[in-house]
């Protein structure tokens, strides 16, 4: 059974260009967090995703967006990045609204130089 | 808004040392309460949980218990390995409509020595 995968491991990108970052959740699972990790801090909640529509966000500029397909994955889309967005950006999966467990992947290495 | 406060780190220990990592929360609601464990280069992965007052959650011989009346959520074990070694995050979920929204606290690095 395949958990929560990442793509890709790590990427680097210059100040004013794009990102898209993929998630495929655990089988099963048929929603989708994303969360933005700075180095040496805890995760800080992006969006959430669920039967294809946002359903809940954090503070985070518009600048972030997201999908999430038909067969549950999900992109992140950064515009514009600004230095500050360097992080680990991680996707989390769960069923339903995940209010019990959800299932971390390993991460997205963004460096914006 | 909801927001969870971890002890000052890094932590180090010996083997088979005492661990207690503290954790304090701020909710307006009635929270389900978490710890997760981050290993080096890898995910989070959920270590334990506690969803109403006085339930003790235990996994891998860590525990910890939903203290309402202190808000607290503190992680402990009884004797650490050097597997151990970790970043711990606490983390909450509000009661009502939250939708899964993780409130993670800073983080606090465990490292244990042979």
């Known amino acids: 059974d395949a958990g929560v995968t990442q793509s890709p491991t790590h990427l680097i990108k210059t100040r004013g260009q794009q990102v898209t970052l993929r998630c495929s959740p655990k089988?099963?699972?048929?929603?989708v967090s994303w969360y933005q990790q700075a180095l040496g801090q805890g995760p800080q909640f992006i969006f959430q995703?669920?039967?294809?529509?946002?359903?809940q966000r954090g503070n985070f500029p518009d600048r972030f967006s997201g999908h999430q397909f038909p067969n549950y994955s999900s992109e992140l889309n950064v515009n514009a990045l600004l230095l500050g967005d360097s992080a680990l950006y991680l996707c989390?999966?769960?069923?339903?609204?995940?209010?019990?467990?959800?299932?971390f992947g390993p991460g997205t290495r963004l460096t914006v130089t | 808004g909801d927001s969870v406060t971890q002890m000052e780190g890094p932590v180090t220990l010996s083997e088979e040392a005492f661990l207690t990592i503290n954790c304090t929360y701020t909710?307006?609601?009635?929270?389900?309460l978490f710890w997760y464990v981050q290993y080096p280069g890898e995910g989070l992965q959920l270590l334990l949980k506690?969803?109403?007052?006085?339930d003790k959650g235990s996994n891998k011989g860590f525990e910890a218990t939903y203290r309402k009346e202190t808000t607290s959520f503190h992680l402990e074990k009884g004797s650490v390995q050097v597997s151990d070694s970790a970043v711990y995050f606490c983390?909450?979920?509000?009661?009502?409509?939250?939708?899964?929204?993780?409130?993670f606290g800073q983080g606090t690095i465990l490292t244990v020595h042979p």
């Open positions: 909710a307006t609601g009635y929270p389900s």
């Open positions: 089988s099963g699972h048929d929603t």
């Open positions: 983390a909450l979920i509000e009661g009502g409509t939250s939708y899964g929204k993780l409130t």
């Open positions: 995703y669920y039967e294809e529509e946002e359903r």
């Open positions: 506690a969803t109403k007052a006085d």
């Open positions: 989390a999966s769960s069923y339903r609204d995940g209010f019990y467990e959800q299932y």
